[in-house]
């Protein structure tokens, strides 16, 4: 009698559990990390300097060590909307390309759990599905987690690899 209510209490008890489970905390800190050196500053620092192009506050600090050419290129990176809605991004990410991307990309992010790859794909499928598309600002503020920490030594060497995060990013279509 039980093994046959099973699924049906199941069936039941998803829903409501949905229903009355909090959501995740998005990301509300960048954290980058080079080495043994680590600064923070707040996410609306990071908006403010996309909506602006002046950067505030921690953020002006750090800005300061970038040249003004890769200034540009960092706010064209941050306010460049990507092409897919949700089902395309999901589907992309279930592709072995994809897979491959979000584990290079886990690499570069560092958590104390061993979820990288899991936290990456839920940010980039809840910006995808945002009102304002997928970007690099959505996919961040996405980021399940108070902090999202990036290792720049990381993202340097996989974006400098030759056969690395660039030429895969250019195979992908909508």
Known sequence: MLKRLSPWLL????????LFTPPAKAANVVS??????QRSFPMSELEE????????????????????????KLLELLSMRLPFNVVQTDQILASPIGKDLLKQFSQV?????QAGEVALRGALLTAAASPEG???????????????????RKLNQMLTKQDGIMSMLGKLRP
């Open 32 to 37: 980058l990390t080079y080495g043994p050196f």
């Open 11 to 18: 069936a039941l008890a998803l829903p409501v559990g949905a």
């Open 49 to 72: 300097f996309v909506s602006t192009q002046e950067a505030t506050g921690q953020l002006r600090g750090l800005m300061r060590l970038v040249p003004k050419d890769n200034q540009a």
């Open 134 to 152: 997928l970007s690099m600002m959505s996919f961040l503020k996405n980021y399940p987690g108070e902090t999202i920490n990036l290792d720049l």
């Open 109 to 113: 992010t560092i958590r104390r759990d």
